[in-house]
């Protein structure tokens, strides 16, 4: 059976008589109501029909492309490249794993163990650090991105809730409560906190002269003011603040002896404020303490001898982990870290490569006549 439609009923979209009944009649539903129809609308984007724009790619505009992205990506790939070589760095592992290492007495130290493990490693550095410098501890196969771990802390009571000092939330299960008391701070991510105490020392004529570290400004402004908070009350007494609480179970004390100066003590300690930010990578570094520089004519740290004290805590050996530390001065563009710039002269490379191979093909093939010569 056939099926007719007029010009208007293209241009409408819809079929202005019954299917299959003469006179337009509908099928079914009393003659009355249109037949639905699959097809649609006669609109502009329905039907495809919207304006667009398509570049046509020709040798007079991808050749020139190809040639000042490569001219712009090589010098920006060479200066980031220079910068980050101009970055001062040095790393010591004191995991002590091998049986040399001064630290080898401390590898299977507990949370608990009374008196920590002392160890000193003394190194050199073949050259001065002319800025300031930044002092980092760094673990490796420590994952801080799984996802039960970086759940398990409480926001609110970080921020100061007296109500979640002393009902934490579910998250932090099983580090919420310890012997029936709320813990303070809780969750797996403060109960991991690092703990070994490093120092710094020159070695001038066998004569050690420690250097200063500085503790505060190691934290985020919106952390240390903003997301962390200790609980409202007598700021003085901090200890009257966490009565009802308990420590976590891997710290040897209460938060509220994190340290001696009030303004650092508590949910506020910036040692524990770095620590809870969590890392992506299981290979990462934290900062750890500040070396300003004192005046401009001597570099912060000098070319010479140092020893580094360390107080050894914080085990890793039971999950394979390894523990470092390391120095580095800082660029406008952060710390030492060439990927970025060997990746802006590669992609800026091969841009220019391909640019001549195109610009050859197209000088020695451009100019061909594409029509076929038949024979006669």
């Not at 020709?58 to 980031?80: D, Q, S």
């Not at 996802?147 to 921020?159: A, E, G, I, M, P």
């Not at 002393?166 to 703990?195: H, Q, V, W």
Request: charged share 20%.
């Amino acid at each position: 059976m056939a099926v007719n439609y007029s010009a208007k009923e293209e241009a409408d979209g819809h079929p202005s008589g019954g299917v299959g009944v003469p006179g337009g009649g509908a099928v079914g539903s009393g003659g009355g109501g249109a037949v639905k129809t699959r097809k649609p609308d006669n609109t502009a984007f329905k039907q495809q029909r919207l304006p667009a724009w398509q570049p046509i790619l020709t040798a007079g505009t991808v050749l020139p492309a190809f040639f000042i992205i490569g001219l712009i990506f090589i010098p920006i790939g060479i200066g980031i490249f220079v910068t980050s070589n101009n970055i001062r760095e040095y790393e010591i592992d004191y995991t002590g794993t091998e049986p040399s290492s001064p630290c080898n007495k401390c590898l299977n130290v507990s949370w608990d163990s009374t008196p920590p493990c002392t160890c000193t490693i003394n190194f050199t550095l073949e050259h001065s650090f002319e800025s300031n410098v930044f002092m980092y501890y760094g673990l490796s196969n420590f994952y801080q991105n799984h996802r039960r771990y970086v759940k398990s802390r409480d926001d609110s009571q970080l921020n100061g809730d007296n109500s979640s000092l002393l009902n934490p939330s579910k998250e932090c299960e099983p580090y919420r409560t310890n012997e029936d008391k709320p813990i303070a701070p809780c969750g797996a991510i403060a109960n991991s906190m690092f703990n070994d105490t490093l120092e710094l020392y020159r070695i001038d004529n066998d004569t050690r002269t420690p250097i200063t570290l500085i503790k505060k400004g190691i934290a985020w402004w919106t952390d240390k003011n903003v997301k962390f908070r200790n609980p409202t009350g007598d700021g003085n007494n901090l200890t009257a603040l966490f009565q009802g609480t308990t420590k976590p179970v891997n710290w040897p004390k209460p938060v509220y002896m994190l340290d001696s100066e009030p303004d650092n003590n508590g949910f506020i300690n910036e040692d524990f404020i770095v620590w809870m930010r969590t890392a992506a990578l299981p290979t990462f570094r934290k900062l750890y303490r500040l070396i300003e520089r004192k005046n401009n004519l001597q570099p912060t740290l000098q070319a010479g001898k140092y020893s580094l004290d360390i107080a050894y805590n914080y085990p890793v050996h039971s999950f394979d982990g390894r523990k470092r530390m390391i120095l580095s001065t800082i660029s406008w563009m952060g710390g030492k870290n060439p990927f970025l710039g060997i990746a802006y002269i590669t992609v800026g490379s091969i841009c220019f490569f391909l640019g001549v191979v195109l610009l050859i093909i197209h000088h020695k093939y451009g100019n061909r006549n594409t029509s076929a010569d038949i024979p006669n």
